[in-house]
C-alpha cells in the first residue's frame, strides 16, 4: 500500500520565472515596512495562486522575521486540512515550494465545505473577521487608539473560482480588505481570466491606492498557451485531512501508510465528551433534532468556541472524527490531535461535509469502528 507521505509530495518541480521574482521583490522591498503591505493573489482556477503566494511568503521571510497568511481557499488550504478559512503566522521558510504543509493557525473558522457557494454570506463573515484580527493585532498603523504589537504583511490566497458568485465574493474581500497589492496571474485562455484593471473598483473609486501586478503563469507551450498543472483535488484533499490526523499520534511512531493511519486510528483511545457539555451546530443542512446523533455518527465536525464569540462565528481549534456516541452514558466519542488544554475549550462541534476518507474506512485487515451497525441505542 502507497505511503500517503510519499503521495503528498509527489509534486512536479517548481519554476519561478524573472516576471514571479521581480513581482514578488518589489513587493517586498519597495514597499514601506509601516504600514506594512498586504497583498493578495487571485486568478483562475490552477493559475499558481498557491505556488506564487509560498515563494512570496520566503521573499517576504528575507525582510520580516514573521508573515501573516490569510488562506480563504477551502477547497486546498495552504495549512489546514479543507473546509478552513485561517490566519496562521509563519516563521520559517517553504523549503518546498510545491507542496502545502500543516501547520497550526492562530485563528480559524470551520466553513465545512470545500467551495464558499453553500454559503457566500458566512464565508465572507469569516475571511473579513481573519481580516479584522489581522488588522488588530498586527496593522494597526495610524490608529492611535490601539497599536499592534508588531506589525507584518499580509498574504491574502484566495480561491480559483472567479466567475459568477466566486467573482463577487473576490470583489467583496478585495473591496473590505483594500490590499496595497494585488497580484493577478493570467492564463493564455482569457475567457477564464478576471477581468483588465482594477476590476473591483467602480468607476473612480479609490484608483491609485493599490499596486495592481499582473504576471502570467509560469509555464507556457511553444505557441504561448498556458500549461496548467491539473491536481486531483479530491485526493489531494483526502490526504490533508490523513496528514491531519497523523498528527495523533508522535512523529516516531512508525505510521506511513494510508493502512498503518487506518490501523492507529481506530485503535487510538477517543476523548469522551458529556453530551450535556457541548453545543451541536449543523453548518449547511437542518437535522430534525431525534436525528441528530445519527447524523454525527462516523463524521468529522470542527471543535469550536462559542463562548467568547457571536453565534454565528466561532473560532475553531481543529478537527475531531466522532468514533461513536453512548446516548445513555450521555457520551461523544472524539479521536482529534488537539491538544488537551485547548480541548478543553470546546464546547461546540460543527457538522459540515467534510468526510472521512473512504480509504480510511476500507481498509483490507482493519476493521473500522467508525460503520459498526447499532453504534446507537435505538430508544
Ligand atoms: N511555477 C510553477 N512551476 C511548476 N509547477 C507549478 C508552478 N506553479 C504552479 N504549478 C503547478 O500547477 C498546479 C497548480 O498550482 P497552484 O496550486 O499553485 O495553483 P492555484 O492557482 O493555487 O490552484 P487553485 O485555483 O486550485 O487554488 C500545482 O500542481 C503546481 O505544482
Redesign the pocket.
Known amino acids: 500500500m502507497s505511503s500517503f507521505l510519499e503521495l503528498e509530495n509527489s509534486?512536479?518541480?517548481?519554476?519561478?520565472?524573472e516576471e514571479?521574482s521581480e513581482a514578488a521583490e518589489s513587493i517586498v522591498f519597495d514597499s514601506p515596512t509601516s504600514p506594512p503591505p498586504v497583498v493578495l493573489i487571485c486568478?483562475?482556477?490552477?493559475?499558481?495562486?498557491?505556488?506564487?503566494?509560498r515563494h512570496l511568503l520566503n521573499v517576504f521571510l528575507q525582510r520580516y522575521k514573521k508573515v501573516v497568511y490569510l488562506d480563504s481557499?477551502v477547497?486546498?488550504p495552504e495549512f489546514t486540512p479543507p473546509g478552513f478559512l485561517s490566519l496562521t503566522v509563519v516563521d520559517r521558510l517553504t523549503p518546498d515550494?510545491?507542496t502545502p504543509c500543516l501547520k497550526t493557525p492562530e485563528r480559524c473558522f470551520f466553513f465545512g465545505d470545500i467551495s464558499s457557494k453553500r454559503d457566500p454570506t458566512a464565508y465572507l463573515s469569516y475571511a473579513n473577521a481573519l481580516y479584522d484580527y489581522y488588522h488588530k493585532e498586527y496593522n494597526s498603523f495610524n490608529k492611535t487608539e490601539e497599536l499592534a504589537k508588531i506589525e507584518l504583511p499580509l498574504i491574502v490566497?484566495t480561491?480559483?473560482w472567479v466567475k459568477g458568485i466566486g467573482y463577487e465574493i473576490l470583489v467583496d474581500m478585495l473591496k473590505y480588505i483594500a490590499p496595497s497589492h494585488v497580484v493577478k496571474?493570467n492564463i493564455s485562455a482569457e475567457s477564464k481570466n478576471l477581468p483588465a484593471g482594477e476590476f473591483w473598483l467602480e468607476e473612480e473609486e479609490n484608483y491609485g491606492t493599490t499596486s495592481l501586478i499582473e504576471i502570467r503563469?509560469?509555464?507556457q507551450d511553444e505557441f504561448n498557451r498556458s500549461i496548467?498543472?491539473?491536481?486531483d483535488?479530491s485526493l489531494m484533499r483526502d490526504l490533508r485531512i490523513m496528514a491531519y490526523f497523523r498528527q495523533c499520534f508522535s512523529r516516531d511512531s512508525n505510521i506511513t501508510t494510508i493502512k498503518e493511519l487506518a490501523n492507529a486510528l481506530a485503535s487510538h483511545p477517543p476523548y469522551q465528551v458529556p453530551i450535556s457539555s457541548i453545543k451541536i451546530r449543523h453548518l449547511h443542512s437542518q437535522v430534525p433534532s431525534d436525528q441528530i446523533f445519527y447524523s454525527l455518527n462516523a463524521t468529522i465536525v470542527g471543535l469550536a468556541t462559542c463562548s467568547n464569540n457571536s453565534e454565528n462565528s466561532s473560532w475553531c481549534v481543529g478537527l475531531g472524527i466522532v468514533r461513536g456516541i453512548d446516548t445513555f452514558k450521555g457520551l461523544l466519542y472524539v479521536i482529534t490531535p488537539v491538544p488537551h488544554g485547548t480541548l478543553e475549550k470546546v464546547d461546540l462541534l460543527l457538522q459540515g461535509f467534510i468526510q472521512i476518507p473512504s480509504c480510511l474506512l476500507q481498509v483490507k485487515g482493519c476493521i473500522s469502528p467508525y460503520m459498526c451497525a447499532n453504534i446507537l441505542p435505538t430508544s
Open positions: 509534486s512536479p518541480n517548481i519554476f519561478i520565472p514571479w486568478g483562475a482556477k490552477n493559475c499558481g495562486k498557491s505556488t506564487f503566494s481557499d477547497g486546498q515550494l510545491s490566497n480561491p480559483g496571474i503563469s509560469a509555464r496548467l498543472v491539473q491536481k483535488a
